[in-house]
């Protein structure tokens, strides 16, 4: 499983089974939700759980976003459905059907595409005003190349909005007596990786059940590899996991989202 092209196979397949199966990230947005959009409130377009923070997105009419890594029948149908011009670009066919089928059954213009988010090469430079990125890039074992992509494609004053996960969620085991007890056993070295840090039988155990592999990404990467790549952070914003799975959950907000600028 070193190899990423089998890597990115892996988790294409197992996306494709989880938009087959209706996950919460793949169960299309409603029509009500779609004249509510068309009226003017695309709030049903989300980072994380709750609404976005005010002033993150304004406006859409009219302008150019790309849904990255955003397939599911969600986000890319409201953004259109509120009058901006979309292409959503995800790894997995069965995710963006879920796009296409909202597409279809609102009479909504949006584009769909499939590819990887490392790899923007099918968009020109300066392509996009608004790339709407919710979490995601815990698929993938290094993010920085997504944010040099993203700034490409974006044209000058250009904004970034981003989800991904606080990395704490990652540096625990997942021992449930201890969870039991509400004890958390960090022993977990950032960066995370499924690869390298299950055990061999357990890494076994996870594909064999068709799981996605994930990677647990430093704010360094996260936030710093945004600066890096030119942006400007402008916004930044936590949530609550409104169903937590792990201690943690319990006493911080683990989704992050940023709002970031390209210059020029």
């Known amino acids: 499983m ?26 299309p947005v409603s029509a009500e939700e779609i004249a509510t959009a068309r009226a003017g409130n695309w709030s049903a377009a989300r980072l994380t759980p709750g609404p976005l923070p005010a002033g993150w997105l304004n406006q859409v009419r009219g302008r150019r976003i790309l849904c990255l890594a955003a397939g599911g029948g969600q986000q890319a149908p409201i953004l259109a459905a509120a009058g901006a011009d979309v292409t959503v670009f995800d790894f997995s066919e069965g995710q963006l059907d879920q796009d296409r089928k909202v597409a279809a059954r609102e009479d909504l213009d949006l584009r769909c595409v499939q590819g990887d988010m ?59 007596a201890l969870t039991a007890q509400g004890l958390v056993r960090p022993n977990r070295r950032l960066p995370y ?38 942006l400007v952070l402008t ?28 210059i020029a």
């Open 193 to 230: 990786s499924d690869i390298a840090h299950l055990s061999a039988e357990d890494l076994a155990a996870k594909r064999e059940r068709g799981e996605a592999l994930v990677f647990g990404h430093t704010l360094a990467d996260q936030i710093g590899g945004q600066l890096d790549a030119g």
């Open 235 to 262: 916004g930044f914003h936590e949530d609550w996991q409104p169903h937590p799975r792990f201690v943690v959950e319990n006493v911080m907000p683990t989704f992050m989202a940023t709002r970031a600028l390209k």
């Open 118 to 176: 490392r790899d923007l090469s099918v968009f020109d430079d300066a392509s996009f005003d608004v790339i709407f990125h919710p979490i995601s890039n815990l698929y993938i074992p290094d993010v920085r190349p997504v944010w040099r992509e993203c700034v490409r494609v974006l044209a000058p004053q250009g904004e970034l909005l981003s989800s991904f996960w606080n990395p704490v969620v990652f540096v625990a085991d997942r021992d449930p």
């Open 2 to 27: 070193t190899d990423p092209i089998d890597l990115l196979t892996h988790n294409q397949a197992a996306w494709n089974r989880q938009a087959a199966q209706g996950c919460a990230w793949s169960a």
